[in-house]
T-cell receptor, first 114, second 116 residues
């Protein structure tokens, strides 16, 4: 299995500000993934973070709003920029396990924008 | 594209009742299938998985069998406990060359509440 540490675990932010979420994996992984879980909803993939290249964004998500960094094989950040109340969600990062047949998740960041 | 459909919830059961949560999928090729569980206020935990047809995943009394002919991966437990109350997500990962890269498509989730 992979142990994934994510922080902060929760935050309350003012609209118009930005928040950077950090994700640390206990082993080297080629890809990391960022998901959004809106209140009462399922998880939606925001982007795939590749080490050494730009992230690949899913339809409906753009780099200006959700810039991602991937400086090495164990770490990634997701920034939620210029926040509005609609950005209030749980944001989760994930990475494949060593067998590369399943994904493990951080505990999530519960973001509330006021 | 790939998709996962779960039975509509929420599901409310009494302790020791039998649980079934239906999950069907649409995917090209041969995806890997998963059940994740999310306890209140927590992140997602992998409950069980199956990587090829007819595989049965099992963990903590839960089981699910990968049925390619019906494109299904229904979750079952013979006797639920109050501590099983959580949200359950069915998910798939498209395989590339037999290797999953951890990119998942999720179902909408099913809220399970178990009463004493």
């Amino acid at each position: 299995s992979a142990v994934i540490s994510q922080k902060p675990s929760r935050d309350i932010c003012q609209r118009g500000t930005s928040l950077t979420i950090q994700c640390q994996v206990d082993s080297q992984v080629t890809m990391m993934f960022w998901y959004r879980q809106q209140p009462g909803q399922s998880l939606t993939l925001i982007a795939t973070a590749n080490q050494g290249s730009e992230a690949t964004y899913e339809s409906g998500f753009v780099i200006d709003k959700f810039p991602i960094s991937r400086p090495n094989l164990t770490f990634s950040t997701l920034t939620v920029s210029n926040m509005s109340p609609e950005d209030s969600s749980i944001y989760l990062c994930s990475a494949p396990g060593q067998e590369n047949t399943e994904a493990f998740f951080g505990q999530g960041t519960r973001l509330t924008v006021v | 594209g790939d998709s996962v459909t779960q039975m509509e919830g929420p599901v409310t059961l009494s302790e020791e009742a039998f649980l079934t949560i239906n999950c069907t999928y649409t995917a090209t090729g041969y995806p890997s299938l998963f059940w994740y569980v999310q306890y209140p206020g927590e992140g997602l935990q992998l409950l069980l998985k199956a990587t090829k047809a007819d595989d049965k995943g099992s963990n903590k009394g839960f089981e699910a069998t990968y049925r390619k002919e019906t494109t299904s991966f229904h979750l079952e437990k013979g006797s639920v406990q109050v501590s099983d109350s959580a949200v359950y997500f069915c998910a798939l990962s498209a395989n590339a060359g037999g290797t999953s890269y951890g990119k998942l498509t999720f179902g909408q989730g099913t809220i399970l509440t178990v009463h004493p």
